[in-house]
């Protein structure tokens, strides 16, 4: 909203020349969070700027080769629509012109003044046929520029969305959703309404401006003189009044980004607040940043309605010199009737495009930064392709499930590896158990499982046969997942379930969720299995949310399951029910299991120890306690 107010602020002060036409850390803390709520991540306070405006351009052309055509009928009605426009005015003094004299002429004759076809009735004709054609090109390079910038949205769109398909886990773990969303969509929704509108009213101004002024000098260059002395002074005056508008909206919205998180976190922290009696300090602090704001938002008021009627004030001065010295021209004959008006409609043709220029230069240069952010993400490297359908490898069916790592090398940066040497093998049906601190590489080492990422030495094998020469597809098929982080997709709960396997049955799925002990809460729902949900949605808890996920993991039947942490958002009942149900789905299955709670792994067929991304220690429970290593360590700190 007040990016809204902002941008009103600058309209209005340039509408004056187109008539001329704790705490500095809760603070910080607080415009952080508010700024998230307000959807401004870190890369919007970039300046909008592009780095390098010619090939940009440049690129943008190309990539808008099939839309060419459309483009150039755009630059012709603007030619032709300019040209028009600039010879109406002049028209119409011919026009008036000739009136005039057919009106002295009657009253020099004494009979009554009438418009005929041959007294002024064709001039008028004409007249109203320069205005019809000005609007047929006007209205033609309007829908055309629209279908070409539309066209140009869609097909960078559509590239957009293949590239995202094409993209590593890793671009995606180093950028927000929201600043990925935000370039797919606003920025290139940006760049078609400023193609729509910015580039055509610059156009349209260049035009009209040369036109205007040329045509006044030929008129008067004296009145034209002053014309542009004043439209200098406006300029500028409107520049400095923009510049300083904008720097106090720009402390009224970082005020509201103040007062806007200090409200979230007292909503939020409602409960802490009125446990620790603090409600009237919370008060007195929200009371104290809108006493700020409103500060803030009287000067910038104050500043924004006393600059515009100065502006018009200037405007309105070189009118009135203008139209004194004119009408002492008119009467020297200097001028004639209809030269005098025409030079007054001139002057409004060109002051209002000479104020539209300053401000379409900035939304163009803004609209090119947001093409760049755009043809950044075209420019970013993309995952190795699958291999050919006929080179890539198949395991041979039924899928057995041994799984092998052979020296595996890997790092996030090539120049820092994380894991150096890794080695060791799942035969099929086993349990493997991964283990270690936050950080140690669990989840690195089944994103490499998974090929989330590409090993940059060794090898993985499925029954043998080298994952990287398979289809990321054929490789995936075999695996079911269960995150830590449960995740649902708007829908209903049967659909949750079924999102791995879509043409299963109700019967089926209400299987899945007995085996995940689920289905004693979802006939609970308002719609049982037919009860919408979201990710957000209040009426799941996190353990039921985790529980549908786990039933849809079930419902998949894979041969490889990766549980990471499966259980951590259960309670300790629940936890019970749900190891024996994965007891269950795990026989004959080979699975991997990333725990944190020791607990639940000690019956595991093999226990891989990770610290610092790669494998220190690996064996049965009984193993490893017997070596009194890390692992055991790690066990002795939970049950001693």
Same mark, same amino acid.
Request: glycine share 6%; aromatic share 8%.
């Given at each position: 909203?007040?990016?809204?107010?902002?941008?009103?602020?600058?309209?209005?002060?340039?509408?004056?020349?187109?008539?001329?036409?704790?705490?500095?850390?809760?603070?910080?803390?607080?415009?952080?969070?508010?700024?998230?709520?307000?959807?401004?991540?870190?890369?919007?306070?970039?300046?909008?700027?592009?780095?390098?405006?010619?090939?940009?351009?440049?690129?943008?052309?190309?990539?808008?080769?099939?839309?060419?055509?459309?483009?150039?009928?755009?630059?012709?009605?603007?030619?032709?629509?300019?040209?028009?426009?600039?010879?109406?005015?002049?028209?119409?003094?011919?026009?008036?012109?000739?009136?005039? =004299?057919?009106?002295?002429?009657? @009253? $020099?004759? /004494?009979? *009554?003044? +009438?418009?005929?076809? !041959? &007294?002024?009735?064709?001039?008028?004709?004409?007249?109203?046929?320069?205005?019809?054609?000005?609007?047929?090109?006007?209205?033609?390079?309007?829908?055309?520029?629209?279908?070409?910038?539309?066209?140009?949205?869609?097909?960078?769109?559509?590239?957009?969305?293949?590239?995202?398909?094409?993209?590593?886990?890793?671009?995606?773990?180093?950028?927000?959703?929201?600043?990925?969303?935000?370039?797919?969509?606003?920025?290139?929704?940006?760049?078609?309404?400023?193609?729509?509108?910015?580039?055509?009213?610059?156009?349209?101004?260049?035009?009209?401006?040369?036109?205007?002024?040329?045509?006044?000098?030929?008129?008067?260059?004296?009145?034209?003189?002053?014309?542009?002395?004043?439209?200098?002074? =406006?300029?500028?005056?409107?520049? @400095? $009044?923009? /510049?300083? *508008?904008? +720097?106090?909206?720009? !402390? &009224?919205?970082?005020?509201?980004?103040?007062?806007?998180?200090?409200?979230?976190?007292?909503?939020?922290?409602?409960?802490?607040?009125?446990?620790?009696?603090?409600?009237?300090?919370?008060?007195?602090?929200?009371?104290?940043?809108?006493?700020?704001?409103?500060?803030?938002?009287?000067?910038?008021?104050?500043?924004?309605?006393?600059?515009?009627?100065?502006?018009?004030?200037?405007?309105?001065?070189?009118?009135?010199?203008?139209?004194?010295?004119?009408?002492?021209?008119?009467?020297?004959?200097?001028?004639?009737?209809?030269?005098?008006?025409?030079?007054?409609?001139?002057?409004?043709?060109?002051?209002?495009?000479?104020?539209?220029?300053?401000?379409?230069?900035?939304?163009?240069?803004? =609209?090119?930064?947001?093409?760049?952010?755009?043809?950044?993400?075209?420019?970013?490297?993309?995952? !190795?392709?699958?291999?050919?359908?006929?080179?890539?490898?198949?395991?041979?069916?039924?899928?057995?499930?041994?799984?092998?790592?052979?020296?595996?090398?890997?790092?996030?940066?090539?120049?820092?590896?994380?894991?150096?040497?890794?080695?060791?093998?799942?035969?099929?049906?086993?349990?493997?158990?991964?283990?270690?601190?936050?950080?140690?590489?669990?989840?690195?080492?089944?994103?490499?499982?998974?090929?989330?990422?590409?090993?940059?030495?060794?090898?993985?094998?499925?029954?043998?046969?080298?994952?990287?020469?398979?289809?990321?597809?054929?490789?995936?098929?075999?695996?079911?997942?269960?995150?830590?982080?449960?995740?649902?997709?708007?829908?209903?709960?049967?659909?949750?379930?079924?999102?791995?396997?879509?043409?299963?049955?109700?019967?089926?799925?209400?299987?899945?969720?007995?085996?995940?002990?689920?289905?004693?809460?979802?006939?609970?729902?308002?719609?049982?299995?037919?009860?919408?949900?979201?990710?957000?949605?209040?009426?799941?808890?996190?353990?039921?949310?985790?529980?549908?996920?786990?039933?849809?993991?079930?419902?998949?039947?894979?041969?490889?399951?990766?549980?990471?942490?499966?259980?951590?958002?259960?309670?300790?009942?629940?936890?019970?029910?749900?190891?024996?149900?994965?007891?269950?789905?795990?026989?004959?299955?080979?699975?991997?299991?990333?725990?944190?709670?020791?607990?639940?792994?000690?019956?595991?067929?093999?226990?891989?120890?990770?610290?610092?991304?790669?494998?220190?220690?690996?064996?049965?429970?009984?193993?490893?306690?017997?070596?009194?290593?890390?692992?055991?360590?790690?066990?002795?700190?939970?049950?001693?």
């Amino acid at each position: 909203m007040m990016a809204t107010k902002q941008v009103d602020t600058k309209e209005e002060i340039l509408s004056g020349m187109s008539e001329f036409d704790e705490n500095d850390r809760l603070e910080a803390q607080r415009e952080e969070r508010s700024r998230e709520a307000l959807g401004l991540d870190g890369d919007d306070e970039q300046p909008e700027v592009p780095r390098d405006i010619v090939a940009t351009i440049r690129r943008l052309w190309k990539e808008a080769a099939g839309q060419r055509w459309r483009f150039a009928i755009v630059l012709v009605s603007v030619v032709c629509y300019t040209g028009f426009s600039v010879a109406a005015p002049a028209f119409s003094a011919h026009v008036i012109d000739v009136l005039w =004299a057919d009106i002295q002429a009657s @009253f $020099a004759e /004494g009979r *009554t003044f +009438a418009v005929t076809f !041959e &007294r002024g009735g064709k001039e008028i004709l004409v007249y109203l046929g320069v205005w019809t054609a000005a609007f047929a090109f006007y209205t033609a390079q309007v829908f055309t520029m629209a279908g070409f910038a539309e066209r140009l949205n869609l097909a960078l769109r559509n590239r957009v969305a293949r590239k995202l398909n094409r993209l590593p886990l890793a671009f995606y773990d180093a950028h927000k959703p929201g600043e990925i969303v935000s370039r797919a969509t606003n920025d290139l929704d940006k760049m078609s309404e400023v193609l729509q509108t910015g580039l055509l009213r610059l156009f349209t101004a260049v035009g009209s401006v040369i036109g205007a002024v040329i045509m006044m000098f030929v008129y008067s260059p004296l009145l034209a003189c002053i014309f542009l002395v004043f439209s200098v002074i =406006a300029m500028a005056l409107t520049k @400095f $009044a923009a /510049g300083k *508008t904008l +720097a106090l909206a720009a !402390e &009224r919205q970082m005020w509201v980004g103040h007062l806007t998180g200090a409200v979230e976190e007292a909503y939020s922290g409602r409960v802490i607040i009125r446990a620790f009696n603090r409600e009237k300090a919370s008060s007195e602090d929200i009371h104290r940043l809108s006493d700020k704001l409103a500060d803030a938002s009287r000067r910038a008021d104050f500043f924004t309605n006393a600059a515009a009627p100065g502006i018009r004030f200037i405007g309105r001065l070189a009118q009135v010199i203008i139209a004194i010295i004119g009408c002492a021209m008119l009467i020297g004959g200097r001028l004639t009737v209809g030269t005098f008006q025409a030079f007054f409609q001139y002057i409004m043709q060109a002051s209002e495009p000479m104020t539209q220029m300053s401000m379409t230069v900035n939304t163009l240069q803004s =609209a090119l930064a947001s093409v760049e952010r755009v043809f950044d993400i075209l420019d970013e490297p993309e995952i !190795e392709p699958d291999p050919a359908p006929e080179l890539a490898l198949h395991v041979e069916q039924p899928v057995h499930g041994r799984v092998a790592f052979e020296h595996v090398r890997f790092g996030y940066d090539p120049t820092k590896p994380l894991m150096r040497d890794v080695s060791f093998t799942a035969e099929p049906g086993q349990k493997i158990a991964i283990v270690g601190a936050t950080g140690a590489g669990k989840t690195t080492l089944i994103n490499l499982l998974m090929r989330f990422y590409e090993i940059d030495g060794g090898r993985i094998t499925l029954d043998g046969v080298d994952t990287h020469a398979m289809s990321r597809a054929e490789l995936r098929q075999n695996f079911g997942m269960v995150l830590q982080d449960a995740w649902l997709f708007d829908g209903t709960i049967a659909e949750n379930i079924a999102y791995g396997c879509p043409d299963v049955t109700r019967g089926e799925i209400m299987a899945a969720a007995r085996a995940a002990h689920v289905d004693f809460f979802v006939r609970t729902m308002p719609h049982g299995y037919d009860t919408h949900v979201a990710n957000d949605a209040e009426n799941i808890s996190q353990g039921q949310r985790q529980l549908l996920t786990i039933a849809r993991a079930i419902l998949a039947n894979p041969k490889i399951l990766i549980l990471d942490e499966a259980t951590s958002s259960v309670d300790t009942r629940t936890e019970h029910a749900i190891v024996h149900a994965m007891e269950a789905l795990m026989h004959g299955r080979t699975s991997f299991v990333i725990a944190h709670r020791l607990s639940t792994i000690v019956d595991a067929n093999l226990i891989l120890v990770m610290e610092k991304g790669t494998i220190i220690e690996q064996g049965t429970h009984a193993e490893l306690l017997a070596a009194n290593g890390a692992y055991a360590a790690l066990y002795n700190s939970q049950f001693m």
